[in-house]
C-alpha cells in the first residue's frame, strides 16, 4: 500500500503541473519534457509494482499433482 500512497499523492501535484504548463503558451519545452519523462517513469514504476505482485501471488499458487 505503500507505492499507492506514494502515487496517489503524486500524481494529482503532476497533473495539476501538466494542465499549468499545457495553459501557457509560451512553449517551455524543458517543463513538459521533464514532466512527461516523470510520468512515463511512473508508469514504468507502477508496472513494475504489478508485474512483481502478480508474479509473487502467481508463484505462490500450489502446482502438485494429484
Known sequence: MNELTFFS??????RARWDAARLDERGEVTEKVIIVAIFAALAIAAGAIIVTKVTAKAN?????GP
Open 9 to 14: 499523492v503524486l500524481v494529482p501535484i503532476l
Open 60 to 64: 505462490s499458487i500450489p502446482t502438485d
